[in-house]
């Protein structure tokens, strides 16, 4: 895409190449929002692309929301575009399938969940929070419930997201010029999720597309910065 400064109020998704990600993307994309969508699958990614591009400008760009180098492509991206309304942290990494005991945890496999997790979505957020503080943005950091809640086999991915949760806090109270939000979606039928569910059958969860919804009214409302569930914002929207 060549350089240009967007008219329409711009977001930047991780990990929207599938579940949450893309559907949220869809979400935005049928307002009219510009998108910049990343991913560690290149194919997937170019086929998300090309389903948003009939409504929408997006930018896809594949890889590893851990490696510098591609975090600032990301930030390349939205220079380009001249502008960030919403940054959504929401590429996540569970541990290994089936989840393990955190007192026999893999820790090269903790490791890699923190860095995904926490550190990824904090570098992402500190390089673009000019761009977010001159557009009065939004960050939405994706949480789960397993950070509040201590469920056996969790306890590398649930202590990582509630380690971003309270980064959540601590940057909304550094930066009163945006709202940074945790949010907990609930449980969705995603990959992540039958991962969680080696075998299982997770067909009785709701698919990512029904909590799009609650995100879009999250953002219409624009509560004060903190933690909430999107159960908290369903009601509103089907009233």
């Known amino acids: 895409m060549t350089p240009h400064s967007s008219t ?21 994309a049928d307002r009219g929002w510009a998108l910049i969508i990343d991913a560690r699958g290149a194919d997937l990614l170019k086929d998300a692309a090309d389903a948003l591009a ?27 575009l001249g502008r960030l309304d919403l940054l959504v942290n929401n590429a996540s990494y569970l ?27 904090v570098a992402l957020t500190q390089a673009l929070i000019p761009e977010l503080t001159r557009a009065a943005g939004t960050v939405i950091n994706i949480s789960s419930d397993a ?33 940074v939000y945790a949010v907990d979606p609930g449980d969705l039928r995603t990959a992540m999720h039958q991962a969680a569910f080696p075998g299982e059958d997770i067909s009785d969860r709701p698919e990512p597309a029904t909590v799009v919804p609650a995100f879009l009214q999250l953002l219409d409302s624009r509560p004060a910065s903190g933690r909430y569930r999107a159960a908290e914002f369903a009601p509103a929207v089907a009233s």
Do not use: F, N
Not at 11 to 27: K, P, Q, R, V, Y
Not at 95 to 114: E, H, N, T, W
């Open 8 to 28: 329409r109020p711009v977001a930047l998704i991780t990990g929207a190449s599938a579940g949450l990600g893309l559907a949220l993307a869809h979400g935005l």
């Open 147 to 179: 950070a509040v809640e201590a469920y056996e086999g969790w306890g590398g991915y649930g202590s990582a997201k509630a380690a971003l949760d309270h980064a959540s806090r601590v940057l909304a109270a550094e930066h009163l010029d945006i709202v």
């Open 95 to 121: 541990g290994p399938s089936p989840l393990q005991p955190l007192a026999a945890a893999d820790l090269d496999q903790l490791r890699r969940v923190y860095e995904v997790d926490v550190i990824a979505p």
């Open 54 to 80: 009939d409504r929408t400008d997006v930018v896809p760009l594949a890889g590893d929301v851990t490696d510098a180098e591609h975090r600032a492509d990301l930030v390349d991206a939205v220079g380009e």
